[in-house]
């Protein structure tokens, strides 16, 4: 069966820190992969998601950036993050069928401080 | 465009009492729906989803969803609700313009089962 792994669980950086996040799918090849931001417990916003090894479409212009190194692995980055980059981030993947419904991780609850 | 649209922020209702979950959707072409549960400090998981075929859709933990051409709507329901069904509820289209591979999804409703 697929699983999605997600870490860390909770991060509090200072502002203009770096930051990496990591996201890991097993048992699937070459998933549709979403980096999704969801502010106060409500809405969800897509920020990247990717179709392929090194390709990358990005939603929102913003100071965040996201890469695939490899074929399972999707990794939201920051140079320096803002104040306004906390929130809660889900990864999630999908297959390429039409049909295929997202499957999300756990989230990272990111604190800019 | 493609949208959804959840139009209740919050249902409360009682434990034991049917429940339901409201979402209408714009789309162009045949449209692909899906239901989403949140639990606190989670991720969403997925419940069930309607591609073609019967209006009912059954899924996990009980629930069901409505598919309605006519009305354009893809309600949530379960004929039964517990207390741990509080939770947030997402419905959400998959965006076929321009062959992208994004979904849509809405605002989200808070359903608070009362026991």
């Known amino acids: 069966s697929q699983t999605i792994h997600q870490w860390p669980a909770t991060l509090v950086q200072p502002v203009g820190s770096p930051l990496s996040l990591e996201c890991t799918v097993e048992g699937t090849s070459n998933p549709n992969l979403y980096w999704y931001r969801q502010a106060a417990g409500r809405g969800l916003q897509l920020l990247f998601y990717?179709?392929?090894?090194?390709?990358i479409s990005s939603e929102v212009p913003q100071n965040l950036s996201a890469s695939r190194p490899q074929d399972r692995q999707f990794i939201l980055s920051s140079k320096k993050l803002l104040l306004s980059d906390s929130g809660f981030y889900l990864c999630?993947?999908?297959?390429?069928?039409?049909?295929?419904?997202?499957?999300f991780g756990n989230g990272t609850r990111l604190t800019v401080t | 465009a493609q949208s959804v649209a959840q139009p209740e922020d919050q249902v409360n209702v009682a434990e034991g009492n049917p429940l339901t979950v409201k979402c209408t959707y714009s789309?162009?072409?045949?449209?692909?729906l899906f239901w989403y549960v949140q639990y606190p400090n989670r991720g969403l998981q997925f419940l069930l989803k309607?591609?073609?075929?019967?209006?009912l859709v059954k899924g996990s933990y009980g629930f069901e969803a409505e598919f309605n051409k006519s009305q354009t709507s893809f309600h949530l329901k379960k004929p039964s609700a517990l207390v741990s069904d509080s939770a947030l509820y997402f419905c959400?289209?998959?965006?076929?313009?321009?062959?992208?591979?994004?979904?849509?999804f809405g605002t989200g409703t808070r359903l608070k089962v009362l026991a």
């Open positions: 990717s179709v392929g090894i090194g390709q």
């Open positions: 309607y591609i073609t075929g019967d209006n």
């Open positions: 959400a289209v998959r965006d076929m313009t321009s062959g992208t591979y994004k979904y849509i």
């Open positions: 789309v162009s072409g045949n449209p692909y």
């Open positions: 999630a993947w999908a297959q390429g069928r039409v049909e295929s419904p997202l499957h």
